[in-house]
């Protein structure tokens, strides 16, 4: 196949030819998801198989195959300008969904999900002359999630006791879970299968929550800072014990030993101290675990009602985050006793953005969308049908994956 029939005019990297942009605009960041295939690139293999693309059958129709990379970015929604600036210098809205020559640029229309879907559709209109096609969050969450857990190899894992554990998902026996996605806000969403789904509760105290409250008591600038100074904290200097009201012992008449939280922050009251003679490593180490303990709670507790075993946590107040990751886990086995299980998902923030990103093909809005992401990789990567993702660690940002589309 010629690959050169999808070619995107006007990219700034003339070997890489981009297509497929989806967006999620939340409260706090802006996710975007695009596929390329780079065929300029011959040393690497992705590269040149992406050459040599075979067509594949559909019916009676036959659709090329294009090999290439998802790609994952995200910027603070504040400053949605840099995410135009980024849009507009890598080209990627030209391609959303045309072909060459087949639609007029103001015609371009990408999905975008996410509540700025919304808010900003008529400044990407304006600033780009694009469409936001609007596609429901908790459908993008749940498309977005359901598509890792059963196409990417070592998607989800557990967190317990500082050790990761990739988990075997069996396509057969993946519903029903729990779908927590933790980002300004959070949704608990009860999924069924593919597309069936309930968003069961939620809660107001969530990623926005830590942040907003972080930056206001800790005078950090940024929410990796307020992240990395919590390594250095000690909770305890914040939050009140069992112990601290049990005289050093535990109360073990309920089972609470004494080095557990009786109350959150619950020490500042007793001190004769101003805010400011508290370290903000300290706040920012109780804020976070009192965040993440309440998530962790309610999580279980919404398991509980419907009888769900398995618990997926997604957002980006994740961030892979050890001590945020431990604290879930734990909150999670503590009160299930151990019945329930926490997990992980390595590409956590962008289910809504791939979630979107899948919609093209449900949509089929004209005849150059992508048919399908399949789950086919290049042979070094190909575990049985599943994508391999070439790190085992965090997924760190602008990191890609390898993939094949079915284009038309
Ligand atoms: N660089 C960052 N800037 C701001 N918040 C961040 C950043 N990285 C992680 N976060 C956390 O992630 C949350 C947003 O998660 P996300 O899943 O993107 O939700 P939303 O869709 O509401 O933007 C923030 O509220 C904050 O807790
Ligand atoms: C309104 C939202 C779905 C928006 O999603 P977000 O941008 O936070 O990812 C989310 O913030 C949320 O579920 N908030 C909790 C609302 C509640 O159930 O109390």
């Known amino acids: 196949m010629d690959l050169g029939e999808f070619q995107i005019p006007g990219n700034s990297d003339p070997n890489q030819k981009t297509s497929h942009l989806s967006?999620?605009?939340?409260?706090?960041?802006?996710?975007?998801?695009?596929?390329?295939?780079?065929?300029?690139?011959?040393?690497?293999?992705?590269?040149?198989?992406?050459?040599?693309?075979?067509?594949?059958?559909?019916?009676?129709?036959?659709?090329?195959?294009?090999?290439?990379?998802?790609?994952?970015s995200k910027f603070e929604t504040c400053k949605i300008n840099d995410c135009l600036d980024?849009?507009?210098?890598?080209?990627?809205?030209?391609?959303?969904?045309?072909?060459?020559?087949?639609?007029?640029?103001?015609?371009?229309?990408?999905?975008?999900?996410?509540?700025?879907?919304?808010?900003?559709?008529?400044?990407?209109?304006?600033?780009?002359?694009?469409?936001?096609?609007?596609?429901?969050?908790?459908?993008?969450?749940?498309?977005?999630?359901?598509?890792?857990?059963k196409a990417v190899h070592q998607e989800a894992f557990t967190y317990l006791d500082g050790k990761k554990e990739f988990v075997q998902i069996d396509h057969n026996d993946l519903y029903p879970y729990l779908l927590v996605n933790i980002g300004s806000g959070v949704s608990m969403i009860k999924v069924e299968g593919d597309g069936k789904f309930e968003r069961v509760s939620g809660t107001?105290?969530?990623?926005?929550?830590?942040?907003?409250?972080?930056?206001?008591?800790?005078?950090?600038?940024?929410?990796?800072?307020?992240?990395?100074?919590?390594?250095?904290?000690?909770?305890?200097?914040?939050?009140?014990?069992?112990?601290?009201?049990?005289?050093?012992t535990d109360y073990s008449k309920v089972g609470l030993s004494s080095t557990t939280i009786a109350s959150s922050f619950g020490k500042?009251?007793?001190?004769?101290?101003?805010?400011?003679?508290?370290?903000?490593?300290?706040?920012?180490?109780?804020?976070?675990?009192?965040?993440?303990?309440?998530?962790?709670q309610i999580a279980y507790l919404n398991a509980l009602r419907f009888g769900l075993k398995r618990i997926f946590f997604g957002g980006f107040f994740i961030r892979g985050h050890a001590y945020t990751m431990d604290t879930i886990a734990v909150a999670v086995d503590f009160w299930s006793k151990g019945e329930a299980k926490a997990m992980f998902l390595r590409h956590e923030g962008f289910l809504g953005?791939?979630?979107?990103?899948?919609?093209?093909?449900?949509?089929?809005?004209?005849?150059?969308?992508?048919?399908?992401?399949?789950?086919?990789?290049?042979?070094?990567?190909?575990?049985?049908?599943?994508?391999?993702?070439p790190l085992n660690g965090e997924l760190n940002d602008n990191e890609s994956i390898e993939c094949s589309v079915y284009a038309s």
Not at 231 to 247: A, F, K, P, S, T
């Open 353 to 389: 953005a791939l979630g979107a990103f899948m919609s093209y093909e449900k949509h089929g809005l004209d005849d150059s969308m992508i048919h399908h992401l399949t789950q086919k990789f290049p042979m070094s990567s190909l575990v049985g049908d599943k994508i391999c993702s």
């Open 204 to 248: 107001n105290v969530g990623g926005g929550t830590f942040w907003g409250l972080g930056r206001l008591l800790t005078k950090c600038k940024s929410f990796d800072e307020l992240l990395q100074i919590s390594h250095q904290g000690n909770n305890r200097v914040i939050d009140m014990l069992v112990g601290d009201i049990y005289g050093g």
């Open 23 to 72: 967006l999620d605009i939340g409260g706090s960041l802006i996710k975007l998801v695009y596929f390329s295939t780079n065929d300029g690139d011959d040393d690497d293999e992705l590269g040149r198989l992406g050459k040599e693309s075979v067509g594949v059958s559909n019916g009676n129709r036959s659709f090329p195959v294009l090999k290439g990379r998802l790609h994952f």
């Open 86 to 149: 980024f849009i507009q210098t890598k080209q990627l809205h030209i391609g959303g969904c045309q072909r060459l020559g087949a639609l007029p640029i103001e015609k371009t229309i990408i999905k975008a999900t996410g509540g700025g879907a919304y808010k900003y559709a008529d400044l990407f209109k304006e600033k780009l002359g694009i469409c936001l096609d609007k596609e429901d969050e908790m459908d993008c969450l749940v498309a977005g999630a359901n598509f890792l857990l």
């Open 268 to 296: 500042t009251i007793s001190d004769k101290k101003e805010l400011q003679d508290y370290r903000p490593e300290d706040i920012a180490r109780s804020l976070l675990r009192m965040i993440s303990n309440n998530i962790g």
